[in-house]
């Protein structure tokens, strides 16, 4: 994940227009692109084991689900009363009737919880920052799966701009999901990233 403030596609970010900078991008480069903190945020398309690991989610939690909640992918929710700074969960829990829904844009206040996968190229400081995205949006629960370590962890009770309570936990044990939702998500067979390949140019040294 990277973070851009410079000039992309023509356009120049500044207050104001970054939802259509944003929006510009992603149909330049097909990148996921959010607005988080005011600034843009681009994803990389999901790796398969990134997207496996939201496949095995879904799978468990559907069904299991309290009534009236569904489980749903591509999906953004924005700050309250800032609908220019927003993010796309990986995953995030919301009333059914969302589906319905002619809008883009969830309130935060509805998400009972949301999941973040961590890319294999994210830094700790992204990782944080988002977290504290979700805290002040003040979404209830935040489920972080890190694949490039094989952890997870799960964060609670936002207050003050940060989640109070994060447990950490790893793959094989289940993550214990609170009430409303109440119910544990198993985590044993979640894929872990490989190492990177990287690609040699197209003139490689010679040995010496």
Do not use: C
């Not at 989610?57 to 591509?74: H, S, W």
Request: aromatic content about 6%; cysteine-free; proline content about 10%.
């Amino acid at each position: 994940m990277s973070v851009s403030s410079g000039a992309q596609n023509g356009l120049r970010p500044r207050p104001g227009n970054l939802r259509e900078v944003a929006e510009k991008i992603e149909e330049a480069t097909g990148l996921r692109v959010q607005i988080v903190g005011g600034k843009l945020v681009m994803s990389p398309p999901p790796r398969g084991k990134h997207a496996g690991v939201v496949y095995q989610i879904r799978r468990r939690i559907d069904g299991v689900l309290p009534e009236g909640l569904g489980a749903f992918e591509v999906s953004s929710i924005a700050l309250p009363d800032d609908p220019d700074d927003y993010v796309t969960p990986d995953l995030i829990v919301l009333p059914v009737e969302w589906m319905e829904n002619d809008d883009w844009l969830a309130a935060p206040e509805d998400a009972a919880l949301a999941v973040e996968v961590v890319s294999a190229s994210e830094k700790s400081r992204e990782i944080r920052d988002k977290a504290d995205w979700y805290a002040v949006a003040r979404v209830p629960v935040l489920l972080v799966v890190d694949p490039r370590k094989g952890t997870w962890a799960l964060h609670t009770r936002p207050d003050n701009g940060a989640y109070q309570d994060v447990l950490p936990g790893k793959y094989g044990e289940s993550v214990p999901l609170p009430e409303p939702l109440g119910i544990e998500v198993a985590t044993d067979g979640f894929p872990v990233y490989g190492e990177a390949v990287r690609p040699q140019g197209r003139f490689p040294e010679k040995n010496q």
